[in-house]
DNA sequence: TTATAACAATGTTATATAGCACAAAAGTAC
DNA sequence: GTACTTTTGTGCTATATAACATTGTTATAA
């Protein structure tokens, strides 16, 4: 047995919500179609206007998803974590890639070709109303974030992006949020300059709402950030 | 023949896309469920926070879908042409309403119960697809707008509303843009402040790019235009 | 170890844009 | 018609934030 079926075997096990809504000859068609890529740290995953061909799920590791703004400057538009599935949307738009992916650390991807999916979804209603469903969220999501990004001052953004991390990656014991940025991937998730995330977490802490260590961010004072988030 | 039975005849004609995938015994079942609601100008369509309950497709006039910003200030989402289906993600997300709509003018809206449409969907992957594919589509262009409205300079997100209103509403004979807007509205899509608006569009008057007469705007140098939402 | 580079911190300056006040014009109601 | 509100247009001021420059700090490599 390879190494390659080997992987395939193994994710199997993990990629739990839409494993679940598939019978046993679908399964056994992804088992057959489907493959596992490994990328290095920093690593491109797929580019702005590059072909759509893949749903993947990320089985391990952290991927950024971003778009290249005016000048250069960044925007971080989701942040995906294990086990979750992206890299879909544009071709079920019909669209290339209006965004970019790349590996935030080390990180493990299952490809399945989106022929593939399709081909299923057309017997399967229930993976048809997973793609409405998880679709339908991620654009609430951009629609509020559309009016947070806009509207809110610096220091409601940059709480927020911290509210986020820490729903999205949650906190270890020692209230330490369990994903180390530089502080210009915060500002780029913050809609804002590097200098300006650093000043406003330096605020932060003489607030004792938070402390710093290099990049390591632990949460002091949890409501009060969840107000300043809120608050704008 | 009662006259709300009148209008669905009606609307079934012109409901084109949704239409053309439906067998003959859904659209009996659409015919049957299906009603069609006339809205004033400015009358409220639905509100953040309420509870989702149709499928909506506008038959006739203009409808703004916006969101209550921090401290009363208002961003509009997108808008709404004839014929446009809209209403339905927070359905399909399982979440009330994130945004609110209402008439920018008198409108005829047909309302479709969720459930029926649910109830259809289990059967007809070409809905499935084709919700599939309008998500898809909205998701990346809030992915775009976001970006557009956090990055770009007050100039680059004017000239990019007026492109929008240029290819969503098209001109008349005379270029001018076929919908009227206050310049508050005008303000509220590009996420400024009336006085930038209007102080914006004076400028493009000065550039001749645009000539005003109240809220008519007609298109001097289209060209321009989307040269300028372009380089931000 | 030193050299080199990447990152973090912070002060200073410049500028785009918001906020406000007020006047003119246009709609709307009575 | 008059009174009233809403919208538009402008000028002025305040301010939030970007842009830049400098210095300190920490990693990485030679």
Redesign the interface.
């Known amino acids: 047995m390879d190494r390659r079926h080997q992987e395939v075997i193994d994710f199997s096990s993990s990629l739990s919500d839409v494993w679940r809504l598939l019978n046993e000859k679908e399964r056994e068609l992804l088992r057959k179609s489907a493959s596992v890529q490994h990328f290095k740290k920093n690593q491109m995953i797929y580019g702005e206007n590059d072909e759509p061909k893949f749903l993947m799920c990320l089985l391990k590791g952290k991927v950024k998803i971003f ?1 290249e ?3 250069g ?1 960044s ?1 971080i ?1 989701r942040m995906i974590k294990p086990v979750q599935y992206f890299a ?8 290339k890639y ?2 970019a992916a790349s590996a935030f650390e080390a990180c493990s991807v299952c490809l399945i070709p989106m022929p593939v999916v399709e081909d299923i ?3 399967n ?1 229930a993976l ?2 997973y ?3 998880q ?6 999501i ?11 001052h610096i220091r ?1 953004r940059l709480a927020e992006s911290l509210v986020f991390l820490i729903d999205s990656y949650g906190l270890e014991e020692d209230s330490t949020i369990n994903i180390y940025l530089a502080r210009e991937d915060l500002a780029n998730l913050s ?1 804002m300059t590097t200098s300006n995330a650093i000043r406003t977490l330096s605020n932060f802490v003489m607030e004792k709402v938070i402390t710093l260590d290099g990049r390591k961010i632990k949460i002091i004072d949890e409501e009060k950030l969840r107000k300043i988030s809120k608050l ?1």
Do not use: M, P, W
């Open positions: 778009k703004g005016v000048g400057r925007q538009i879909y949307r544009a071709y079920f738009a019909g669209e209006l965004t979804l057309k017997h209603f048809c109303k793609f409405i469903h679709l339908s969220v991620d654009l609430g951009a629609d509020e974030r559309t009016v947070n990004l806009t509207q809110k409601g809609n704008g």
